[in-house]
């Protein structure tokens, strides 16, 4: 089978497409055909060293994917061959990701793909959607489920709505009933958010981003979903409504920031971290139902009328599929295999 791989780090240029046998799944696992691979920022800045010496001597990279069930290992019974699935970390903790033809697996990293959603669709999830779907449910006075209604009078606050996080919490936000604002940078992020579900956008480059906020939620956002704290963080903390979370996934625009602690003292706010190697497998699980009920539902999908544009890359394009990424592609990036 093809792979792509890389022995040491770097940038992009270290990625080589090389033969290697095919794996077997063991117990609990599955063997999953990759039809379509995603490429999201943590595959680029694992590659590039940015989380440390490497973990294997050789890596297969790509948490997100979506094909068929090949093979099944002993004691699975919730999976069989055919099914069509998408992936969840398919390369934490483990040398081999989705850049390959053949991926194994535990059970508990794949989910089944609902009938009515295509690979690019499955293969977009993953990291975006269960990042998303994290950041929408840790609230004190939230769910920590997601369903239609569930969100019902809450006002959420999406940071960078036309990236792949921030397009998923407001597609998730809105089945489950939220009122969605969302900031952006340009006229054209603008209109992808909307496509989005985005029910007030706002540019951060016009005017006062903060009045136009109080202008559109005058009692405070209840959820803020940040994706660049450290030059957000004065923002949020001006928007948001007693008790609020602010909801971090990435640290775009900085490493760092600062708090006073007097004007924060008055907010009672939550500051959730949100990073899914870490969230434990319920945590995933949950997110993982929830989203393929949204799809399910079609109230999550990807394309431009979504507000998500699609990127493919074949897999022997991988290294320039990252690049993209890394460079700030709008949209999704896929490997077609």
């Known amino acids: 089978m093809r792979a792509v791989v890389y022995t040491e780090s770097g940038d992009s240029s270290v990625l080589e497409l090389v033969e290697r046998e095919a794996p077997e799944p063991g117990p609990g696992e599955v063997r999953v055909r990759i039809v379509r691979a995603g490429v999201n920022p943590t595959d680029w800045k694992f590659r590039a060293g940015g989380m440390g010496e490497l973990a294997f001597p050789e890596i297969v990279p790509g948490q997100d994917g979506a094909g068929d069930v090949d093979a099944v290992g002993p004691g699975v019974t919730d999976l069989a061959v055919g099914d069509r699935v998408w992936t969840m970390l398919a390369q934490h903790t483990r040398p081999g990701g989705t850049a390959q033809e053949l991926v194994v697996l535990p059970v508990a990293n794949v989910a089944k793909l609902p009938d009515a959603a295509s690979y690019d669709l499955g293969a977009s999830l993953g990291v975006p959607a269960v990042t998303a779907h994290r950041a929408l449910t840790t609230s004190e006075d ?29 597609q998730l936000a809105r089945w489950a009933g939220a009122t969605v604002i969302s900031t952006v940078s340009s006229d054209e992020k603008a209109a992808l958010a909307r ?10 480059r016009d005017g006062d981003t903060a009045a136009a906020i109080r202008d559109l ?4 956002v209840d959820l803020v979903v ?27 625009g900085g490493d760092e920031v600062t708090l006073s602690v007097r004007e924060t003292f008055s907010t009672n706010a939550r500051f959730q971290w949100v990073l899914l190697y870490t969230v434990g497998q319920e945590a995933l699980r949950a997110a993982a139902e929830d989203v393929n009920a949204a799809v399910a ?6 394309g431009d009328e979504h507000g998500l544009p699609l990127h493919h890359y ?3 394009r991988t290294a320039e ?5 890394e460079d700030g592609a709008v949209g999704k990036v896929l490997i077609s295999l």
């Open 142 to 170: 939230g769910p920590d489920r997601l369903a239609p209604g569930a969100l019902d009078g809450t006002t959420v606050l999406v940071a960078g709505g036309a990236g792949a996080v921030g397009n998923a919490a407001i």
């Open 297 to 302: 539902d079609g109230a999550y999908g990807v």
């Open 217 to 220: 939620a005058p009692e405070g």
């Open 195 to 204: 496509a989005a579900g985005a029910h007030h956008v706002v540019n951060y």
């Open 226 to 252: 940040e994706v660049a704290p450290a030059q957000n963080l004065r923002l949020d903390l001006g928007v948001i409504r007693p008790r609020a979370t602010i909801a971090i996934y990435a640290n775009n």
């Open 314 to 316: 074949p897999l022997e």
């Open 321 to 325: 599929a990252h690049a993209a990424v």
